[in-house]
């Protein structure tokens, strides 16, 4: 293109026509200014758009490194929280056995202490009922030597006279030294 450029020049140089010169042919100086215009972008253009795809590659591959160290960094902080996880767990079993343990123990603790209190309670209310017992039989065997009193005092006002009353007060006082 740019051949074909210079080879336009050279003519009308060798014509004796300027070098440059304004044609007023609307169609033949578009296209010839078109050509021009097409191979200076051709010319400065090809290292300006080439700096600029380089720099645009440059970016992206330096995206792409960002990305893979980031997806890097990322799995590095799952696997971490993916063993946190793990140990979380497992501290949660020991946690857990350990409580189911210590229940075991408190509710065989507790079962023997209410197993004592009942023993104790029985010895106690077999204790409190023995107690009563002796004082109900106390105060029976009281009743009923008070009602065999009072019978035998009602027999003997019954049967006694007093002639006999009087001898039995003189035989006891002849006992008691009289």
């Given amino acids: 293109m740019i051949d074909s450029f210079l080879l ?4 009308s140089h060798a014509e004796g026509e300027a070098l440059i010169s304004f044609h007023f042919d609307f169609l033949e100086s578009n296209i010839l200014n078109l050509a021009i215009l097409v191979g200076v972008l051709f010319f400065y253009g090809r290292k300006v758009v080439g700096n600029i795809l380089t720099e645009r590659r440059n ?7 960002e990305a893979e160290d980031k997806q890097r960094t990322a ?6 929280e993916q063993e946190n996880l793990a140990q979380a ?3 949660a079993e020991g946690i857990l056995q350990a409580a189911t343990e210590r229940a075991k123990t408190i509710t065989a603790e507790i079962k023997a202490q209410s197993e004592r209190d009942i023993a104790r309670l029985k ?3 077999a204790a ?3 107690s009563e017992q002796e004082r109900v039989m106390a105060q029976l065997k009281k009743q009923i030597a008070e009602q065999a009193i009072a019978q035998a005092e009602t027999q003997l006002k019954a049967q006694v006279d007093n002639n006999t009353q009087q001898r039995l007060i003189d035989r006891s006082i002849a006992r008691l030294g009289g």
Avoid: G
């Avoid at 336009?8 to 003519?11: D, N, Q, V």
């Fill in 8 to 11: 336009l020049a050279t003519e």
């Fill in 59 to 65: 970016q992206i591959a330096q995206a792409i490194q």
């Fill in 75 to 80: 799995a590095t902080a799952l696997a971490k």
């Fill in 89 to 91: 767990k497992k501290q």
């Fill in 123 to 125: 010895e106690t209310a």
């Fill in 128 to 130: 409190d009922l023995s």
